[in-house]
């Protein structure tokens, strides 16, 4: 599975973003989906994910109520909605895909797939 986020890009505060990630290869739908932000000097961390068991969207409490995770099952792609942007929402952002046992939707080590990453900078 290649994964190829998209969508990043220079914001003020306030602003909003639409992130987007497509898959190719296997068709994501058999794969929990994620995505992670890095800052600078930062580990990365965790922002938005889905879980086909239930099914859950998870989101960190620094972005619960201002994210919004989505699919298109359509064209293979999953969507992060970033709306009322922060300067410390300012990282790369990166989707992922996997599912791995005995790991949590929350940590990178779900994760089997990774995409490059997109820049997000929101200016104060």
């Known amino acids: 599975v290649q994964l190829q986020a998209s969508g990043g890009g220079t914001v003020e505060a306030g602003g909003s973003l639409r992130l987007s990630c497509a898959a190719s290869?296997?068709?994501?739908?058999?794969?929990?989906m994620g995505w992670f932000r890095q800052a600078p000097g930062k580990e990365r961390e965790f922002v938005a994910g889905f879980s086909w068991s239930g099914p859950t969207t998870d989101y960190s409490d620094s972005v619960n109520g201002r994210f919004t995770f989505s699919r298109e099952l359509a064209k293979n792609m999953v969507h992060l909605q970033m709306n009322s942007l922060k300067p410390e929402d300012t990282a790369v952002y990166f989707c992922?895909?996997?599912?791995?046992?005995?790991?949590?939707?929350?940590?990178?080590?779900?994760?089997?797939?990774w995409g490059q990453g997109t820049l997000v900078t929101v200016s104060s």
């Open positions: 290869g296997r068709p994501f739908r058999i794969y929990d």
């Open positions: 992922a895909a996997g599912h791995r046992p005995g790991t949590t939707l929350r940590t990178t080590d779900y994760y089997i797939y």
